[in-house]
């Protein structure tokens, strides 16, 4: 079973010109795990994309991969 992309989080930053190392300052997080996220490989908490939507000052629903 392949990884299951959840979130659109790698593709927001491209579109805003931001790395995951930017992000990582920002909210105080390793490198890795922004990395992780990123790829799908895990998934940043609820309270966690809101606080990535406010920084990047988007709708926390752009960050997630719509079911349709």
Do not use: F, Y
């Amino acid at each position: 079973m392949g990884t299951e992309k959840i979130n659109r989080l790698k593709i927001v930053l491209v579109e805003q010109g931001k790395t995951g190392k930017w992000l990582a300052g920002q909210l105080g997080k390793n490198e890795a795990t922004i990395s992780r996220w990123c790829s799908n490989t895990s998934q940043p908490s609820l309270e966690m994309l809101m606080k990535i939507a406010e920084l990047l000052d988007v709708d926390s629903r752009d960050l997630i991969i719509s079911r349709k």
